[in-house]
């Protein structure tokens, strides 16, 4: 397809040469997943346990010590090393200094006559105990969760709708895999039971130059979106829905039309491809109109203009390689391949003499940038 001249087909001259494929030097930095305070968070948790547990003098003691020296060194953290001001933190931070601390000066300095802590206040040991203990515990989870939301971490971003394999929107790679390990599967449709017990996923996002990515596992794949604009629609006046025995279509032709329109434009193609080619998407699109009578007349129309268009996007070249319908969910064929370079080869010699060109591609380079068209087409 990229042997055929560009100014036939109306290509812009001002277009940047195309890019080698990145091999995901495009990615974003790996993000810090790890807890500055979780060592505090499992010490607070393991004690409070503890004191719940065995609800006595010593595990008072023990607790309202542990609890002081945490509070002590948040305290420290915070004005003398510069940590956050955090509600999720200094909260804790007063809990801990004035009940444990609190506590713990009690058990320390008071005279009692050979009496219990809990005798000296009344109460019994244990509630002491759980008083101290539900402190610990409440502190853990705070700051627990304060690492979580205050710290600015997200969820990994990916993008879905569907969630029954039908949008296309939710495809990346797991284990360097298009859409996972299933056979004609999305990623929507995977569940966990498809791995074993403790197995150590990788994810990635599709990696292609005419796949930006946006964030994590999301890419922009508006690229099949300017190729659908470019001829992948049917443009008659439809009116209302026409007799079924209308158009007499054998029964090979419609499984073969329903076959191409089952793509769901996910792009699992383009990632698993090695040259990250949009051939077998674009084909699919082509052929499962083109099969059908109704498609009959732009047809010529249509290959050109979605051929100039996957031309003028960052795709690589096809070179039958295959990889592409082993990664695509809906097991689209190759045949569509050969039927797109059968409808473009037939329209470039019908339209070689014409002056008038038939298509104006569009370009958009960068995520956020303007779309382009050549001003100089006429279509
Ligand atoms: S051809 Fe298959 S892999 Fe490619 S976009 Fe369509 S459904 Fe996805
Ligand atoms: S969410 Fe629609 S195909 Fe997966």
Known sequence: MNA?????????????????????????????????YLPLVLVLSFTGVVAWVVGSEVATVIGSFVGSLVGLYLLWDWLIKGGGTRFSTLIPMGLLIGYCLGSFNT??????????????????????????????ISCAISIFFGEIIERGEEPIAFEHDCREGICGSCGFMINGVAHGPEKATTVCQLTMRHFKDGQELV?????????????????D????????????????????APDGNTHLIGKDTADRAMDAAACIGCGACVAACPNASAALFTGAKIAHLGILPQGKPEQDRRALGMV?????????????????????????PLEVISAMNRDYLRASWKKRDDDVRTVRPMTEWSTGSKLKIDPNATS
């Open 107 to 136: 058990w320390a300095t008071t005279t009692r006559n050979g009496i219990s802590l809990g005798e000296f206040t009344g109460n019994d040991d244990a509630v002491l105990a759980r008083g101290v203990a539900a402190v610990l």
């Open 221 to 240: 794949r508006r690229a099949f979106d300017r190729i659908i604009s470019a001829g992948g629609y049917v443009s008659v006046s439809t009116g209302n």
């Open 308 to 332: 100039a268009q996957l031309n003028t996007e960052l795709f690589g070249s096809c070179t039958n390689i295959g990889e592409c319908t082993g990664a695509c969910p809906k097991e689209i």
């Open 203 to 219: 994810v990635e996002p599709w990696r292609a130059a005419a796949f930006p990515q946006i964030k994590d596992l999301v890419v």
């Open 4 to 36: 055929v001249p560009n100014d036939h087909i109306g290509l812009m001259q001002s277009a940047p040469p195309r890019r080698d494929r990145l091999l995901g030097n495009e990615l974003a930095a790996p993000r810090p997943l790890y807890f500055v």
